[in-house]
């Protein structure tokens, strides 16, 4: 690293979030008079450096210079587009088909390697230079093991909420299942520009607040009952994944090509990209 850059201060949760030049360096926020809690940041640290450990170098993933399995400190490569939820909310998802498909293929990488993200939304990815996603946060995930890096294997610590959330203990590991639910939710909103139940006409739940807000959405998934994506480009998947129709992100991909073709956004036929155009489901995109 430029011994000579500055440092700025990104964030401070359970881990602190440091730029230094072209990097991202996390690591776990200690105060020797909370030993407790600070043990608990240290674990999630310690458990995000096993991922990234684990996940090794792929174009769907942040991409981690250094993961220590010690003390918990990753750093990662800075990305000045930022990720991917505050970019849509600027600019509007101007690369839908193929962000979509890429974060269909970033879970599916992160499944084939025995890691569960548990918590999925649009900003957990990042755009690099190119505008591609690359995946990131696993400071809450759950894996497998693996010998050959000595890591135990471990259950996640992190939970989706709201719209993210499968119906479900929430005291129960994060499955495949739950983190796909989760996806079918990420391209709804990358889609639409708003979370389910967040218009005006569901009013039963669009009033409410923070944990009645969850609940009532989390009510209304348990029955079956979903927001109307028949008029989406995305709308068979979306409700494929939310129905757990998916055993699989391979699955996905593969009713993706069936569906979609390449996800190119620029395909030759049109298709995909007339049917968004003619949508009447628009979100609060910028003009």
């Known amino acids: 690293m430029n011994e000579q850059a500055?440092?700025?201060?990104?964030?401070?949760g359970t881990s602190c979030t440091y730029r230094i030049g072209q990097y991202i360096v996390k690591i776990p926020s200690i105060d020797f008079e909370e030993a407790a809690s600070s043990a608990q940041h240290l674990h999630h640290a310690v458990r995000e450096a096993n991922a990234y450990r684990i996940l090794q170098s792929h174009d769907r993933i942040a991409k981690c210079m250094h993961a220590c399995p010690i003390s918990g400190l990753v750093a990662l490569e800075y990305y000045r587009n930022g990720n991917l939820k505050a970019?849509?909310?600027?600019?509007?998802p101007t690369r839908l088909l193929t962000w979509a498909k890429q974060m269909v293929e970033?879970?599916?990488y992160i499944h084939g390697k025995g890691v569960r993200h548990s918590d999925l939304r649009l900003d957990q990815w990042l755009l690099d230079s190119d505008l591609n996603v690359r995946l990131s946060d696993f400071n809450g995930a759950g894996y497998d093991g693996s010998a050959l890096l000595e890591i135990e294997a471990q259950p996640n610590s992190a939970v989706e909420s709201g719209a993210y959330f499968m119906p479900r203990d929430p005291e129960l590991v994060s499955?495949?299942?739950s983190d796909l639910f989760a996806l079918g939710t990420c391209l709804y909103v990358l889609e639409t520009g708003s979370t389910p139940f967040a218009r005006g006409d569901e009013a039963t739940i669009s009033y409410c607040e923070g944990y009645e807000r969850d609940e009532a959405i989390t009510e209304r998934f348990a029955r079956g009952e979903f927001p109307s994506v028949a008029s989406l480009v995305m709308g068979s998947m979306i409700k494929g994944a939310w129905e757990g129709r998916f055993g699989s992100a391979t699955e996905m991909l593969n009713a993706?090509?069936?569906e979609v073709g390449s996800g190119d956004d620029s395909l030759e036929d049109g298709v995909a990209v007339s049917r968004l155009e003619s949508s009447p489901v628009v979100g609060p995109w910028p003009e």
């Open 6 to 12: 500055e440092a700025s201060t990104l964030s401070c």
């Open 87 to 92: 970019y849509i909310d600027k600019n509007g």
């Open 106 to 108: 970033s879970t599916q």
């Open 175 to 177: 499955t495949v299942r």
């Open 256 to 258: 993706w090509e069936a």
